[in-house]
């Protein structure tokens, strides 16, 4: 499903190269939920960039579902092979602040000629305990309720793979909870989950758990 | 969803710097169709201007003409037949004919077919010696007008002199100071002063009026006559050859000259007051196309400056709305969003303030002719342009508009598109 060969990604910094990932190597199955763990700072989120296809390495191969290279697509079919393949969730929500939790939900279905886009939105929304909420914007939601529809979001276009950046970050346990089962749910339906986390709670429902530090896997 | 969705969203997310963007592009459409509309009302005003000019000089030149036609009616060309011996140099030197032609010729021509010369007045003029009274005179015989028997008969211009009577001119009265009623001895015989006309500032003031009859009897020319006087001849400048044949046919051994006449001097009058009044019309017409040209020279200076302008506010609002859309593009792209539709994204939003700009811009630069149209705003619109035209202007307004917002936002809309997602999502 994943796998990721001695990638190593380094950036300027003000003191020379950083290197944020350090040949790290990783083989994920299906239906998996790997948790990798860490300080902040320890190359988690790049990792998880480097591994959706988002962020090319220096140096090391990366290859998703069905042994897609993504680095060696074409920009437009990198954004098409996300479209079509990966859902993302993040700590900051990133819901766009003037579409109401629906619209934001169907936002994906513009890079996708969706068939029942209003019909697949009803059902993530239900899915999600969101229908008090559907016309609500952002600012109006609480913060578990926003990353409900941040996850529903990335599963609009039944991605393969879920990448998850420190999703209960900004959550009260009860709702880190709520999203640490949803993605657990969506690994049980045969989908594969990649979550970066410095939640202790996330490892108990993690199939996996892989620590990092200083852009190692230990 | 659709793009259009997201954009309308959007505008209504972030009202001012939409609404900052159709100003902009409202105010280049404005500048733009506001120009050429005033310019349109510039040419409408200078067409209707000289249109009513031409009415008024049309109707001041029909009424000198009919003024002329009048004159003419009036005072016809005058002419004088001479014998054909006469030394033309001579009579102009001395106003008279030395030479004589016999007084039956008169009759000939009042017998004549010929309509073209009327009151025919026979004439035998000379200057001479008044013995009684130590003067120079021009004594001139006359018998008045001798009817044409084809015309239909006319007031005639001039009376005849009765035999005994005289009429002096005013220098002659005034000199010698001489009444009328006074009795004046002329060449041994005896005649009544029955006129004294007033100053005429020619040779008529030294000139005495007395009978035909008489004159030739004073002047030893009995049956003979020097000139035929033909007042109100009807011929106008090309047809005095034609006369000139016709009193020859008749009266050969004669020749024909005319005298200055008003009519002709009022026609030339009336020339020279529809030259100047074609000079005015020109005049104006220059006025109004040195004032168009400048105002297209102004137009043209400050159109693009302000074309120019708006782009660039257009452009740094589209610059200051990815700025502040860097988060959201970031998601989109992350979602799948391709960069081709990031950047599509940006240029629908530019159609749209386009659209609107360009019809608000529209409305705007109309309203200069709405405010100077007197209250009368189709008229006004029909003066400015066929509806093709309005056709046109709306075309060029929305088009336009929509073109100076595109490629304002062009470079703002590639910068958006090829923003790099993982960096949004890392600095996040």
Same mark, same amino acid.
Request: hydrophobic residues 40%; contains cysteine; aromatic residues 6%.
């Given at each position: 499903?994943i796998q990721?060969?001695k990638?190593t990604?380094r950036f ?6 950083v290197?944020?990932l350090?040949?790290?190597s ?7 939920l790997?948790a990798?763990?860490?300080?902040s700072?320890?190359g ?9 296809g988002?962020l090319r390495p ?6 998703l579902m ?5 680095y060696?697509?074409s920009p437009?079919?990198?954004s ?6 990966i859902g993302?969730?993040f700590?900051q929500?990133?819901l766009?602040p ?6 934001n939900i169907? %936002?994906p ?5 969706n ?5 697949? %939105?009803?059902?993530?929304i239900a899915r ?9 914007l952002?600012s109006q939601l ?5 990353q ?5 979001r ?10 998850a ?8 346990d009860?709702n880190a909870?709520?999203v640490l089962n ?5 690994? %049980?339906?045969?989908?594969s989950?990649?979550?970066?986390t410095h939640n202790a709670? %996330?490892a ?5 758990t892989?620590?990092m530090?200083?852009?190692r896997?230990? | 969803?659709?793009?259009r ?5 959007e505008?209504l997310?972030?009202?001012l710097?939409?609404?900052?963007s159709?100003? #902009?592009?409202?105010i280049a459409t404005?500048?733009l169709i506001g120009?050429?509309?005033l310019?349109?009302?510039?040419d ?5 201007i000289?249109q009513?000019? =031409?009415?008024?000089l049309?109707?001041?030149? =029909?009424?000198?003409n009919d003024d002329?036609?009048?004159s003419?009616l009036k005072?016809g060309?005058?002419?004088v037949?001479?014998?054909r011996?006469?030394d033309?140099a ?10 004589y ?9 009042? =017998?004549?077919?010929?309509?073209s010369?009327r009151h025919?007045?026979p /004439?035998?003029q ?17 018998r008045?007008?001798?009817?044409? *028997? ?5 007031k005639?211009?001039v009376?005849?002199v ?11 009265h005034q ?9 004046v001895?002329?060449?041994?015989r ?12 020619n040779k008529d003031?030294?000139?005495?009026w007395?009978?035909l009859?008489e004159?030739q009897? *004073?002047l ?6 020097n000139?035929i ?8 400048g090309n047809?005095?050859?034609?006369i000139?044949?016709?009193? #020859?046919?008749i009266l050969?051994?004669t020749?024909?000259?005319e005298?200055g /006449?008003r009519?002709l001097a009022r026609a030339?009058?009336r020339n ?6 074609a000079t005015?019309l ?9 004032l ?7 137009a043209?200076?400050l159109?693009?400056v302000?074309?120019l302008?708006?782009?660039?506010w257009v452009?740094?609002?589209a610059f200051?709305?990815?700025? +502040? ?5 970031g998601?989109?792209r992350?979602v799948?969003v +391709? ?7 940006f240029?629908?939003?530019h159609?749209?303030?386009?659209l609107?700009g360009?019809?608000l811009g529209l409305i705007?630069?109309s309203i200069p002719?709405?405010?100077? /149209?007197n209250?009368?705003?189709? #008229?006004a *619109?029909?003066?400015v342009?066929?509806f093709p ?5 709306g ?6 508009a ?5 490629i304002a ?12 997602? #993982?960096e949004?999502?890392?600095e996040?």
């Open positions: 499903m990721l060969k990638v990604k300027d910094g003000p003191k020379g190269k290197t944020a350090d040949e790290i990783i083989d994920m199955p299906s239906g998996e790997l990798i763990s860490g300080p700072g320890c988690k989120t790049t990792l998880l960039l480097a591994a959706s988002m220096d140096s090391g191969d990366v290859r069905d042994g897609y290279r993504p060696d697509l437009e079919q990198r098409r092979m996300r479209a079509d393949l993302f969730v700590q929500f990133h766009i003037y579409l109401t939790v629906k619209e169907i %936002a279905s513009l890079s996708l000629s068939q029942n886009p209003e019909q697949r %939105a009803r059902e993530l999600f305990g969101l229908q008090e909420r559907d016309d609500h952002p609480s913060t578990g309720e926003r409900r529809t941040a996850l529903a990335a599963l609009f276009n039944q991605p393969k793979i879920i990448f950046d420190e999703p209960t970050g900004n959550l009260d009860e909870e709520i949803h993605l657990r749910d969506y690994t %049980a339906e045969g989908g989950v990649l979550l970066v709670k %996330a108990d429902y993690a199939t996996r892989l620590k530090k200083n852009g896997l230990m | 969803m659709k793009i969705h997201l954009v309308t969203r505008i997310h972030r009202k710097n939409f609404a900052l159709v100003f #902009a592009t409202l404005a500048a120009s050429v509309v310019l349109r009302m510039h409408a005003r200078t067409h209707s000289l009513t000019k =031409e009415a008024e049309q109707v001041r030149m =029909e009424k000198l002329t036609r009048k003419m005072l060309f005058n002419l037949i001479l014998p011996d006469q033309l001579d009579w102009y030197a001395d106003d008279y004919s030395t030479k032609m016999p007084e039956s010729y008169v009759d000939r021509l009042a =017998e004549s077919d010929i309509v010369v025919i007045l /004439s035998l000379q200057k001479i010696r008044w013995p009684e009274r130590k003067r120079t005179i021009i004594l001139m015989g006359t008045g007008e001798v009817p044409n *028997l084809h015309l239909s008969p006319q005639p211009l009376q005849p009765p035999e005994g009577t005289i009429i002096l001119g005013h220098e002659l000199s010698m100071g001489i009444d009328v009623g006074e009795n001895r002329l060449l041994g005896n005649f009544a002063v029955t006129t004294c006309y007033p100053e005429r500032g003031d030294i000139t005495a007395i009978s009859k004159a009897e *004073l030893g020319k009995e049956g003979l006559i000139a006087l033909a007042l109100e001849c009807l011929c106008t047809a005095l050859p034609i000139r044949k016709e009193v #020859a046919a050969p051994g020749q024909v000259i005298r /006449s009519a030339e009058a020279q007051v529809a030259e100047e009044a005015t020109e005049n104006e017409k220059r006025g109004r196309g040195n168009r040209a400048e105002r297209e020279r102004m043209s200076i159109v693009p302000i074309l302008t708006c782009a660039l452009a740094l609002m200051i709305n990815v700025r +502040s859309r860097r988060e959201e593009i998601i989109l992350t799948g +391709s960069a081709k539709r990031i950047f599509f994204l240029v629908w939003k159609i749209s303030i386009g609107l360009g019809f705007l630069g002719m709405l405010l100077l /149209s209250g009368d705003s189709a #008229a *619109l029909e003066d342009g066929s035209f309005w056709l046109g202007m075309a060029l307004a929305i088009v336009g929509s073109l100076l917002a595109v936002g062009w470079i703002p809309a590639l910068i958006a598109a090829r923003q790099d997602p #993982a949004v999502m890392r996040e």
